[in-house]
């Protein structure tokens, strides 16, 4: 690790004009490269206190030896150069985009004599014109197959075009009307060139000329008594129109633009691209990235621009880029794009109507994309094994931790307070061993010591189905109760509930091990240092030193461990911090909704729920035959004994509930000032979602 002193420039050597600088490790390798309007003051920044550093930027100085820089004359020079550097040099820390798949597209081969539509990837060539990116290559091959009826251009390979040249003979589609079979002279060369621009200019969006113009021939031929002429131009006209359908009409007003969405994390961010032409959306594209360093949305919106148009140039920049946030500053930006383009380009982040829509489309689809790469880098065997090998290095755990229980806690404010439990086996979510607590001991908002007695009771528990094995046959350790601690609920999808485990040993009549069964290797609190300590302090108190404790800060995403006042840095791109902030939050997730369910039975509760005995049909038949329950608080226990399955006692204990629930004043509504009846079903209350964690 380097000291950032020791190659920091001598006051004075930096200029303060734009300009791009690189940071170089000890094997003069480039690790980072970056723009600044001021290159003093940007590099001045990199050049204090390690401590106040975010810890991406930290690590990156640390690693660097030297850095270098190269004057600029403007902002949009710089930006250019950037480009070209990163491209040229991959810096480790800078972010990069990959392409989730390699989107096809229709491209047309102007650079050749006999133009030819074809699906194309990889790198773009010269002289060919191009039209997407589409999802997948049928979508293409349907909508060519389409367009050759009226636009016959050549589609066949090199190979079979000097082959039918040859025998004197085409191929199979200039048989059926496909292709205007150049290769034997049907159509002069010059003649297949205009088809294959007419074709361009469709598939570009200029479709409403040469529909109006068809239309026109179609009725010129009608009108000359020419039916078959005109039979051909009608389908001619079908085709088309079928064609143009297969791209939805998104913008009434044929814009041509592209729209940039993000979906980000602490680690990853996702960008989606629509492309859109003539109104009409003609293709879109997606990347991923790990963010090795820090930035924010605008910075990766500037970093997807320099992705999408660094090589492109013309009418492949559209006249309109929308985006979620705008680079600072735009304006060097918005030149840039500019002078690719040849004309004035719009950068702009949508602010009403269908734009705007369409920007929450683009947005949706980022989000998926996002989840869908995290599912598929969860489900590989081998980034699991990586991931899991790297948090017992990075703790010094003996071996990998192999089940991983993760703890939260959620409240909303101090109320409803609840927690969460869920279990990674091998790197899986294991669902069915989810559990969740009620907080019990105390009232109120304190994180710490619900963490420290949910930790307790959930070891407690472990420790007693332990002994009732033989497993385990000491003594009751300190701080042990006597009895099985209750309140732990399963999930919905786990073994039925119980507080007490039954005295057959450790297993269901199923075979299934029993909820506490099986010890974890690790524990993972949501917090940080004083949840750590919590949760290190109840197994400690029961005993327990084989079972390793870690906690994940939301922050800075900082991994604690107990009895250190420094966090164990992971590198951003690690599998292994990956793996915790999964676990992290999906046990949020999963506290979240069952706080949320608590509390919304809580407020939905009415006088009948406080019954004892009394279940959901019975209480369904007393409000079916009253008609409210302020009808049924004014019943005789005789009038209430009317009602089938209601005897004497059950219903001396409802009148008896009722009358110490009774209101002491009507309620009224604050809005109308209507006295607000007291219906059979009270209606739910509506609740802020703020201060909810």
Not at 17 to 32: K, T
Not at 366 to 380: C, I, N, P, V, W
Request: aromatic share 6%; net charge neutral; proline share 6%.
């Amino acid at each position: 690790m380097a000291d950032p002193s020791s190659y920091r420039p001598k006051p004075g050597q930096i200029p303060d004009s734009p300009g791009v600088y690189r940071f170089r490790d000890e094997y003069r390798r480039v690790i980072y490269v970056g723009k600044a309007k001021s290159l003093r003051q940007r590099l001045s920044s990199y050049f204090q206190d390690l401590a106040n550093l975010h810890p991406r930027t930290r690590t990156m100085v640390t690693t660097a030896a030297s850095v270098e820089w190269t004057v600029v004359s403007t902002e949009v020079e710089a930006l250019q150069l950037e480009y070209t550097w990163i491209k040229e040099y991959d810096p480790r820390f800078n972010v990069k985009y990959r392409d989730d798949k390699s989107y096809p597209y229709l491209a047309v081969t102007l650079n050749e004599e006999f133009p030819r539509v074809r699906v194309m990837r990889g790198a773009k060539k010269k002289g060919v014109r191009y039209f997407g990116p589409y999802g997948q290559a049928w979508a293409i091959r349907e909508t060519v197959d389409l367009m050759l009826r009226v636009f016959p251009v050549r589609t066949c390979s090199a190979g079979v075009f000097k082959r039918s040249a040859q025998i004197g003979r085409p191929c199979l589609l200039g048989y059926i009307g496909k292709c205007s079979a150049p290769c034997v002279g049907r159509v002069s060369a010059e003649e297949h060139r205009e088809l294959a621009e007419d074709f361009c200019d469709f598939m570009a969006g200029r479709t409403g000329a040469y529909l109006r113009r068809l239309e026109k021939s179609m009725q010129e031929a009608a009108e000359e008594m020419e039916y078959e002429r005109a039979a051909r131009l009608r389908d001619d006209l079908d085709a088309l129109r079928r064609a143009m359908e297969k791209s939805a009409v998104v913008l009434a007003d044929a814009t041509d633009a592209d729209l940039i969405a993000l979906a980000e994390d602490e680690l990853e961010a996702a960008v989606q691209i629509f492309h859109v032409r003539g109104g009409r959306v003609r293709g879109q594209r997606g990347w991923v990235t790990d963010k090795v360093e820090n930035v924010d949305s605008a910075a990766l919106v500037e970093h997807a621009l320099q992705q999408l148009y660094g090589e492109e140039s013309g009418d492949a920049v559209p006249k309109e880029v929308l985006v979620p946030a705008l680079p600072d500053p735009v304006e060097p930006v918005q030149q840039w794009l500019t002078g690719r383009r040849g004309s004035q380009v719009s950068l702009r982040i949508p602010q009403r109507g269908d734009k705007k829509d369409l920007m929450a489309t683009v947005q949706r689809n980022a989000q998926q994309a996002l989840a869908l790469h995290k599912t598929k880098r969860a489900s590989d065997l081998t980034t699991r094994s990586r991931a899991l090998e790297e948090i017992a290095q990075a703790l010094g755990l003996d071996s990998v931790p192999l089940r991983v229980e993760c703890f939260d806690i959620s409240h909303l404010q101090g109320d409803d307070v609840v927690a969460s439990m869920v279990v990674f086996e091998d790197g899986l979510a294991r669902k069915s061993e989810y559990r969740r607590f009620q907080i019990k001991t105390f009232e109120g908002q304190d994180d710490v010591r619900a963490m420290h007695e949910v930790i307790g009771r959930r070891f407690r528990r472990y420790l007693q189905e332990k002994q009732q094995t033989g497993e385990w046959d000491e003594e009751t350790p300190a701080g042990q109760d006597a009895q099985p601690a209750d309140g732990e609920a399963p999930a919905p999808t786990g073994p039925a509930d119980g507080d007490a485990p039954p005295a057959t040993g450790p297993t269901d009549e199923d075979g299934r091990p029993k909820r506490f069964a099986y010890p974890p290797q690790l524990v993972v609190v949501d917090g940080g240092q004083p949840q750590v300590a919590a949760a290190q302090r109840a197994l400690s108190e029961l005993g327990i030193d084989d079972v390793a404790v870690c906690g994940l800060a939301k922050r800075l995403e900082e991994v604690w461990v107990p009895d250190e006042d420094d966090p164990v840095v992971l590198p951003r791109s690690s599998e292994g911090l990956y793996f915790l902030q999964r676990v992290r939050d999906e046990a949020h997730r999963f506290a979240i909704a069952y706080q949320r369910n608590k509390r919304g039975k809580r407020l939905k509760a009415g006088p009948l729920d406080s019954v004892p005995g009394l279940g959901e049909s019975r209480r369904q038949a007393l409000l079916k035959h009253f008609g409210s329950v302020k009808r049924l608080r004014a019943a005789r226990v005789e009038d209430i004994c009317e009602v089938p399955g209601i005897g004497r006692k059950t219903a001396e204990t409802i009148a008896a509930a009722l009358a110490a629930a009774a209101p002491a004043a009507p309620a009224v509504n604050t809005a109308t000032g209507e006295i607000i009846e007291d219906d059979a079903t009270p209606p739910a209350a509506l609740s802020s979602e703020r201060g909810e964690r």
